[in-house]
């Protein structure tokens, strides 16, 4: 059982910075990989970024060289720091983690926290 909490979320500028946090509360034994996904309207949802364990990282295209994820093992959390903030970057942006053994595929994931980006 993984219960994940955002934060961070806001309305601001393009041009602007915000930084979105994420806790996995619970039993999060095991958590080998978080990272955030978003969607907006009338979007699919699309992977962000992605953080194993050991640091290793993957950006969406669209965010590649703007937003760095982060994350801290011992307090099960992950971040995003969103810099040179788009129009295009609103969305509902969700936390996301994986758990490797001995629960091998399970998935969980928050409930949102919306970024707003205004032109």
């Known amino acids: 059982q993984v219960q994940l909490v955002e934060s961070g979320g806001g309305l601001v500028q393009a041009g602007g910075s915000l930084r979105l946090s994420c806790a996995a509360s619970?039993?999060?034994?095991?958590?080998?990989?978080m990272g955030w996904y978003r969607q907006a309207p009338g979007n699919q949802r699309e992977r962000v970024a992605i953080?194993?364990?050991?640091?290793?990282?993957n950006y969406a295209e669209s965010v590649q060289g703007r937003f760095t994820i982060s994350r801290d093992n011992a307090k099960n959390s992950v971040f995003l720091q969103m810099n040179s903030l788009k129009p295009e970057d609103t969305a509902v942006y969700h936390c996301?983690?994986?758990?490797?053994?001995?629960?091998?595929?399970?998935?969980?994931w928050g409930q949102g926290t919306s970024v707003t980006v205004s032109s």
């Open positions: 953080i194993t364990t050991n640091g290793s990282t």
């Open positions: 996301y983690a994986r758990r490797g053994w001995p629960y091998t595929g399970r998935e969980y």
């Open positions: 619970g039993s999060p034994f095991s958590v080998n990989a």
